[in-house]
């Protein structure tokens, strides 16, 4: 149970601590083995390094629920609540420094982040109520880009070899970018590359720089010619807005988009390693492997900083006032306590998990991600007779990151279904596999997706 200083013991000093290195190579690899022997040592708390930082790591799924529910406000995420930071004791080029003071809603507490996630969740609303026309557009686009994408990577041969990471899963959340953002496909490598030097941790000032000017130009130019599309709905949410609160603001969503980028690739890998499972969504099921997946290997593995405003007694450690935390959503699945209790069932998982969030800063875009992963996998299993790994999944490369469990690329055979050709979208009469009835493909590929392709390709 986490309590308030009044009825906790003295704190435990951070900086006095034995640290243990996270961000090493056995964590890349399997940061599952990590988290057993931390908590094998520690308990659901432990102190470790973190590029050259002390955070307490939270590990148990109790600990971290209570967190993420923030009980009587005891946890602010807030970078001026850090002490550390608030003493120059952090370095200035710290390579998470910069995403940390973001100055948006994933960053606020209280009423101002009240306002702000009132501002999201009015601007979403288009995209995810089922309701709405946007929502139905969207879908329709991202079918059509699922196609583009396939078609691309097929267009030479009906059958062969591709990387379903750089090809497939991280061009497509991009994509839907663009579609909410209201922007053309040229700039958008450039923005994909400084958002994974940005969540990854090297060179992240120059990164946050370079994102910011964009979403700034965009800002301006939305203020003054609206559309149907994210910034637009924020600034008619809340008119008071700057240009630079909104450009702020939009930083979050390249970040969520990069998640659901892993999340699609993460569940790929299980469905084409798991025979049993793929024979599982031809009844449809793919929506409950895509919450499976979200459990067993969440793409957002760790979150960003939150900071104890007051002594708080969390595991075994009181943790002082100013202390950062990070909580791990990986390491509280497989925490025992919650792990004993999940169904056997092969396909059908909990939903009492962590990987959407909880409490005041839960993700506001679940069902944006789960609609578009759905599709994505879905889109996959319909275009391909044969998808299997070239590489056993021990061997899978995954991008280095204290945040995100993605990989880097995920390499793999294929062949076409013989209803379709290379370089074609949905053969005629495929319009039950589009959530709209319609169509959706068809059409050979837009005029510089390929290019586009391939400057992304080249820049990671």
Not at 22 to 37: M, Q, S
Request: neutral net charge; charged residues 25%; proline residues 9%.
């Amino acid at each position: 149970m986490i309590r308030d200083s009044r009825s906790a013991s003295a704190a435990t000093p951070l900086s006095s601590s034995p640290l243990e290195p996270l961000l090493t190579a056995e964590y890349d690899a399997d940061p599952g083995l990590v988290h057993e022997r931390l908590r094998g040592r520690y308990g659901p708390v432990a102190p470790v390094d973190l590029l050259g930082v002390p955070v307490w790591f939270v590990l148990g799924y109790d600990e971290v629920l209570q967190v993420m529910q923030n009980p009587r406000e005891l946890w602010s995420k807030r970078v001026d609540t850090w002490r550390a930071y608030a003493e120059g004791r952090v370095p200035p080029d710290w390579p998470l420094l910069a995403l940390l003071k973001a100055d948006n809603m994933g960053f606020h507490d209280g009423e101002r982040h009240h306002a702000l996630r009132g501002s999201w969740n009015a601007a979403l609303r288009p995209f995810q109520d089922p309701g709405h026309e946007q929502a139905r557009v969207l879908e329709r686009a991202v079918v059509r880009y699922c196609d583009d994408l396939i078609g691309v990577m097929t267009e030479e041969a009906p059958a062969g070899r591709a990387d379903l990471a750089a090809q497939y899963g991280r061009p497509l959340p991009l994509m839907v970018a663009n579609h909410l953002l209201g922007v053309t496909l040229e700039r958008g490598d450039d923005v994909v590359t400084d958002l994974w030097r940005l969540i990854d941790g090297p060179d992240s000032g120059g990164a946050y720089q370079r994102l910011y000017a964009a979403l700034l130009e965009l800002a301006t130019d939305k203020r003054h010619r609206r559309g149907d599309d994210l910034p637009s709905y924020m600034l008619a949410a809340d008119p008071g807005l700057t240009d630079e609160e909104l450009a702020r603001e939009l930083l979050m969503l390249p970040g969520f988009l990069d998640f659901t980028g892993g999340l699609i690739c993460n569940v790929i890998v299980e469905v084409i390693t798991n025979p049993e499972l793929r024979q599982a969504l031809s009844v449809g099921a793919i929506e409950e492997v895509v919450n499976r997946v979200a459990l067993s290997n969440p793409a957002l593995a760790n979150l960003s900083f939150r900071y104890a405003r007051a002594d708080v007694k969390l595991g075994r450690f009181t943790v002082a006032a100013g202390d950062p935390v990070m909580l791990s959503i990986a390491g509280a699945h497989a925490d025992p306590v919650f792990a004993a209790a999940l169904p056997r069932d092969t396909v059908r998982s909990t939903r009492a998990h962590l990987a959407w969030g909880a409490g005041p800063h839960g993700c506001p875009s679940r069902r944006l991600a789960t609609m578009m992963t759905t599709i994505a996998v879905r889109r996959l299993l319909d275009r391909f007779s044969t998808l299997t790994p070239a590489l056993p999944p021990g061997r899978l490369p995954w991008r280095p990151s204290p945040f995100v469990r993605a990989l880097r690329s995920l390499p793999v055979r294929y062949e076409l279904d013989g209803r379709h050709s290379p370089g074609t979208g949905s053969v005629p009469g495929d319009s039950a596999s589009s959530p709209s009835g319609e169509d959706a493909a068809g059409q050979p590929p837009p005029s510089g997706l390929r290019a586009f392709l391939r400057r992304l390709r080249g820049g990671r």
